[in-house]
């Protein structure tokens, strides 16, 4: 836990790319996409990103795949807030999800899915909000909700999803999704059963759905949540869903990891020490049984919490797979994030990035250097944050992943974003793949459009990019006219090649040194050595080689 902010701390590359963002060096549309399917049906490209196996957090501040290599992870989230809760095949329905769609995100060089699950999904229960047996006040215990065959139906839809993507070479981030808690208050994410308000009535506020953040039966119900002080044990259910999921996918090495709660967020309780958010959300990752230190001092729980919290409840059914933890939801402006080491081992620092200077109809911003220069920022103070949570299984802190950005059809803002990424070698999801009827978003946000067919932004989105990396990443730079420049130093006690995701037809690509072992215009580059440790240069240019 930190009470401090900290200096910001950036690559060396990072603070040229942020002055030349805001003097507009991104700003220009309609560049040409780099190995786009015009449409949804296109014809498929030769190969996809071969990354196997588990994936894994350091050494190092890397997200590494079972071969040693450095993982860059690029892809899209795909969220079904409605009835059935997630996205599986059914055809005939909105939440359809099929193997040509797998094949379409393979095709623009995706390699991970934030794939939306629910707890309305896994445990939706009999009773109704604010039920007298689960809202008294009092010592927290079974509410009776569970019903492990309704769990084991809904996992059911959630495997066969994460299948066609495995057979895609697509891993799965499977993401606790909730907003504004449940669709009472006009979002989702909690079962009816566990809305707690304290018989505050349930009245979704006007206008907008973020208007309802304000309602202080909202601010009852996350409190209630956090605190764990109603009969019904909400964060013990909670921590029971997660680990029913993780028992289901602990043997599948196509779910990169588990991200435990989306956006967490509460007014009722202050944003700042001695009692806030941050406190409270590290009190739920942690539990009460090994409490964290503060400044020197003990770290003082909620008497209602679980003993154990999230975070070693996921580890004992699941030991392998990485949590992708994510700080409050006010971090995602680029507030600094409280939420202190937590001594487990593969964790990833999980962030959202959104700036306030767009629209809240389209997500399209209307102050575009404005916007930018806040998404910069937050990535900045993400970077700044990741070495101070270094702890014994990961002592050089922890690897950052960008998991929600963009919602908006403004390829220079996306541009922009996907270029500070490569700069500062994380890995990052789109939000999103399709509309669904989304109750706290918006058509424009979604890469597909409602007839099947990609939308320009999916050009911004699908670049050159080095998929695995047999070394240490130093650059990674990408420009669709140019291509991409991969600078990292060879380690070559990782036997795998270097992997770059080419897409583009046409290419030439060469290396400084080692070999490349591809075939002439793959759509993976393979780069095998060399067989001593230094610096290795790659570059996948648009167009053929002279000569």
């Not at 957090?57 to 409605?82: C, E, F, M, Q, T």
């Not at 500070?420 to 999103?432: C, F, Q, T």
Request: with cysteine; charged share 15%.
């Amino acid at each position: 836990m930190r009470w401090i902010r900290r200096r910001p701390i950036l690559p060396d590359a990072l603070p040229k790319v942020v002055g030349a963002l805001v003097l507009g060096a991104f700003l220009a549309t309609g560049l040409p996409a780099a190995g786009v399917p015009a449409a949804a049906g296109a014809p498929a490209a030769p190969g996809v990103p071969y990354v196997h196996g588990y994936l894994s957090a350091g050494p190092g501040r890397w997200i590494r795949d079972s071969s040693g290599r450095v993982v860059i992870l690029h892809g899209v989230n795909a969220v079904y807030k409605l009835a059935p809760y997630v996205v599986y095949p059914d055809p005939g329905h909105p939440w359809n999800f099929t193997d040509a769609q797998a094949a379409t995100m393979a095709r623009l060089g995706f390699t991970v899915v934030r794939l939306g699950i629910l707890w309305r999904g896994l445990e939706p229960g009999t009773a109704g909000p604010n039920d007298p047996a689960i809202c008294a006040k009092g010592a927290p215990g079974d509410p009776g909700q569970w019903d492990p065959a309704v769990a084991e139906r809904y996992l059911d839809k959630v495997a066969a999803t994460v299948a066609i993507l495995g057979r895609h070479h697509i891993y799965t981030l499977l993401d606790m999704h909730q907003d504004v808690y449940s669709n009472p208050f006009t979002g989702e994410g909690a079962p009816l059963w566990a809305i707690c308000t304290g018989g505050r009535p349930i009245e979704p506020v006007a206008g907008r759905w973020s208007n309802n953040y304000g309602d202080p039966a909202l601010d009852a119900a996350f409190a209630n949540f956090w605190t764990n002080d109603v009969a019904g044990d909400l964060q013990g259910e909670y921590d029971r869903a997660w680990a029913a999921v993780a028992a289901r996918f602990a043997s599948d090495p196509w779910v990169a990891g588990y991200d435990p709660f989306n956006e967490p967020f509460t007014r009722t309780i202050a944003l700042i020490p001695p009692d806030g958010i941050d406190l409270r959300l590290e009190c739920f990752y942690t539990g009460t049984a090994a409490p964290d230190v503060v400044n020197g001092v003990r770290l003082t729980c909620p008497p209602g919490d679980p003993a154990q919290g999230l975070i070693p409840i996921i580890r004992a059914v699941d030991p392998r797979h990485l949590i992708f933890r994510e700080p409050t939801i006010f971090s995602q402006h680029g507030q600094p994030n409280y939420v202190g080491p937590i001594d487990q081992p593969n964790l990833v620092l999980n962030f959202h990035d959104y700036c306030g200077y767009r629209s809240g109809v389209t997500g399209n911003p209307y102050d575009l250097p404005a916007c930018i220069a806040q998404e910069v920022r937050s990535v900045r103070q993400r970077l700044a944050e990741a070495p101070t949570d270094a702890v014994a299984a990961e002592p050089a802190g922890l690897p950052v992943f960008l998991s929600e950005f963009g919602a908006t059809q403004s390829v220079a803002l996306v541009r922009a974003i996907t270029s500070v990424a490569d700069r500062a070698l994380i890995g990052w999801s789109y939000w999103s793949w399709k509309y669904y009827d989304d109750p706290t978003g918006s058509s424009a946000e979604a890469m597909v459009s409602d007839d099947g067919r990609l939308r320009p932004i999916a050009g911004a989105l699908s670049e050159t990019y080095p998929t695995a990396v047999a070394g240490t990443p130093r650059v990674i730079a990408f420009r669709p006219r140019r291509g991409l420049t991969l600078d990292y130093v060879a380690d070559p006690a990782v036997r795998a090649p270097t992997l770059v995701w080419a897409g583009q037809h046409p290419y030439c690509a060469t290396t400084s040194a080692g070999r490349i072992v591809s075939d002439p215009g793959a759509a993976v580059v393979e780069v095998a050595g060399p067989s001593r440790a230094g610096p290795v240069r790659v570059t996948v240019a648009p167009g053929p080689c002279p000569g």
